[in-house]
């Protein structure tokens, strides 16, 4: 995804603007398969959900995704299976929340870390993924800066501004959190 964004970058602003009308219904604000990958990484939002008309193929997928568990649902489910002792708590979560960090899951992640290799790699195979897509942010409110400014958002939005407020933000905050623990 991200190298998708150097050919964007390649336009100067005033050839982005004479293609930018063509884009119409094509921004992630309207993108109900990107809504759906961040419904599945733990980004979930009613107000996504809205955006889409009753009853259509977009809003009732997004609705079934923000009814399902998140990938890190399943991580802490595929843990447990493992013999580590997940709290309930955070197995039985609401799954339509954010995913915040929680100190009693960063101790059982220190210790996948320091005794378990395998379940260590696939830690930072998670790590990986967090960190493309918050790449991929930052790379996209760039190019967006860079192309028109701070003007709306193709698919409504205040544009580079909002997308400035989901960067940084991880998907996975405890494994994030424990890197100065090990």
């Not at 980004?43 to 193929?57: D, L, P, T, W």
Request: with cysteine; proline share 5%; aromatic share 10%.
């Amino acid at each position: 995804m991200v190298a998708q964004l150097d050919i964007l970058e390649t336009m100067t602003p005033l050839e982005f603007l004479a293609f930018r009308e063509r884009l119409e219904a094509a921004s992630g604000f309207q993108s109900d398969q990107f809504r759906q990958i961040e419904f599945v990484l733990g980004v979930k939002s009613q107000g996504a959900i809205h955006r889409f008309a009753e009853n259509s193929r977009a809003r009732i997928a997004l609705e079934r995704r923000y009814r399902e568990p998140t990938l890190w649902d399943a991580f802490l489910r595929y843990l447990s299976r493992e013999h580590y002792h997940v709290p309930p708590l955070h197995l039985e979560r609401d799954v339509s929340a954010p995913i915040e960090p929680a100190p009693d899951l960063q101790r059982i992640l220190l210790v996948v870390y320091r005794e378990d290799p395998k379940n260590a790699e696939l830690c930072e195979r998670l790590v990986d993924l967090d960190e493309g897509i918050q790449e991929w942010r930052y790379r996209h409110v760039k190019m967006v800066e860079r192309t028109i400014g701070t003007k709306r958002g193709t698919g409504g939005s205040t544009g580079a501004a909002y997308l400035q407020e989901t960067v940084g933000r991880p998907l996975f905050p405890d494994l994030w959190r424990i890197r100065s623990q090990l």
